[in-house]
């Protein structure tokens, strides 16, 4: 479900990072929230516009264990009600870091961008994106 996050003007990207040290049960790196924003007309209502999160790094993933520990990064498009993945039993070696390059990638309100390993507490992820408000066309 989409978090909606109140503010006093339309958001600019907001550069947010997140840090996670990954277990076998999926944790979010990402949630993509709605904006209720003012309107622009007499009596100051407020609206609820979609967001966009974009991100602007790769992914790290470091193995802080001695043994090789296995990696799943999928994203959940809400749009189409289903899982995509970016790896799979992605091999991270031990006492090592992988990038793995998401940047450049867009999510809309209410995508997810979520990450397991195969070994509790092995994993520790870094990632840097940015938040706002989506400017959407209406053009068909």
């Known amino acids: 479900m989409a978090v909606t996050i109140t503010t006093s003007q339309a958001p600019d990207a907001k550069p947010v990072y997140s840090n996670l040290i990954l277990e076998t049960t999926a944790k979010e790196i990402i949630n993509v929230p709605n904006y209720r924003v003012p309107e622009l007309v007499f009596g100051g209502s407020t609206t609820v516009e979609p967001g966009v999160g974009e ?3 790769p992914l790290l993933l470091c193995n802080t ?3 090789t520990v296995n990696v799943d990064v999928e994203v959940y498009r ?3 009600n289903v899982f995509f993945n970016f790896v799979k ?3 991270v070696p031990g006492y090592d ?3 793995l390059p998401l940047n450049g990638q ?3 309100t209410g995508d997810i961008l979520q990450a397991s390993a195969s070994v509790n507490f092995a994993i520790h992820s870094t990632l840097s994106f940015t938040l706002g408000q989506s400017e959407e066309d209406d053009v068909v």
Do not use: R
């Open 55 to 57: 991100i602007i790094s």
């Open 65 to 67: 264990t001695a043994t």
């Open 78 to 80: 809400a749009d189409e």
């Open 89 to 91: 039993n992605l091999p």
């Open 97 to 99: 870091t992988v990038a």
């Open 106 to 108: 867009f999510l809309k």
